[in-house]
């Protein structure tokens, strides 16, 4: 006997939860439908009526994991430094990867072809982040491209971790790709202070030919992110797109 009787939302609520641990507890990370009934207490036709096919219920279930993940994001008010709130939120994403393997992996499956908004959502906190940092001059790159490089790379690390546990076994490679993409989207200076504590005095001259290098980037994406928060527009629409263009193009062209 099923529970197709039960209110609707209680049903698809059951069948979501249901599926989630499901997941969880699969040793590959997929579930059958027939297995999701029978755990559920519903009959096919009530999973097929809410979900539309495995496919939709699968996607249900990465926007669930969407949401679990940034339920502390988006209760986190921003600190005042907002390198600290990025090192912070590449470590919460891995640690959000190794607590929860299969729907990690499901959550940036190539079969899921639209994005969840939860997902787009992630995104903008990461830019917003890199905004702020940009805004405090401690970005070399526009904040845009910066959280593409990050979140790249960020997701490819943690998905190595969880895929191939048996491979990557250091417990040092996040940490260690997470400095060296950070080295790469802020200002010398920025990676010079946050090593300093634990590496001793720096004798690193402020002045080398590396921090003149960044010192432009640095500066256009300061100023481009700026001109975003003035209260007034001070350029009309064609000009301000033009030194969006101009700024964009001397933070992110490519330096040796």
């Not at 921003?78 to 929860?100: K, M, S, Y």
């Not at 003149?212 to 975003?228: K, S």
Request: net charge negative; glycine share 4%; with cysteine.
């Amino acid at each position: 006997m099923t529970s197709d009787s039960v209110a609707p939302v209680s049903t698809k609520a059951r069948i979501l939860e249901v599926t989630a641990a499901l997941v969880a507890e699969s040793p590959d990370g997929d579930v059958s439908t027939r297995a999701v009934c029978e755990a559920a207490g519903v009959g096919a036709p009530a999973l097929y009526r809410h979900f539309g096919d495995k496919e939709g219920l699968l996607s249900a279930v990465v926007d669930h994991g969407w949401d679990k993940y940034l339920a502390t994001k988006r209760d986190r008010a921003p600190g005042t430094d907002p390198i600290q709130d990025l090192r912070d939120g590449w470590d919460t994403h891995v640690e959000f990867a190794l607590h929860n393997p299969n729907l990690f992996r499901l959550m940036h499956s190539p079969a899921m072809r639209t994005p969840p908004a939860a997902a787009l959502e992630s995104h903008r906190i990461l830019t917003s982040d890199l905004q702020r940092a940009a805004e405090q001059g401690k970005l070399r790159l526009a904040p845009e491209l910066a959280a593409q490089i990050i979140m790249s790379a960020n997701v490819g690390v943690a998905l190595m971790l969880v895929s191939r546990p048996a491979t990557f076994t250091d417990e040092s490679v996040s940490r260690r790709v997470r400095d060296s993409v950070h080295t790469m989207v802020f200002t010398p200076d920025v990676m010079t202070a946050s090593t300093a504590a634990s590496a001793g005095p720096s004798t690193r001259d402020p002045s080398t030919p590396e921090a003149d290098e960044a010192r432009l980037p640095a500066t256009a994406a300061r100023l481009n992110a700026l001109l975003r928060q003035a209260p007034a527009p001070v350029l009309s629409p064609a000009e301000d797109a033009l030194l969006t263009e101009w700024l964009n193009r001397i933070s992110n062209a490519p330096r040796s």
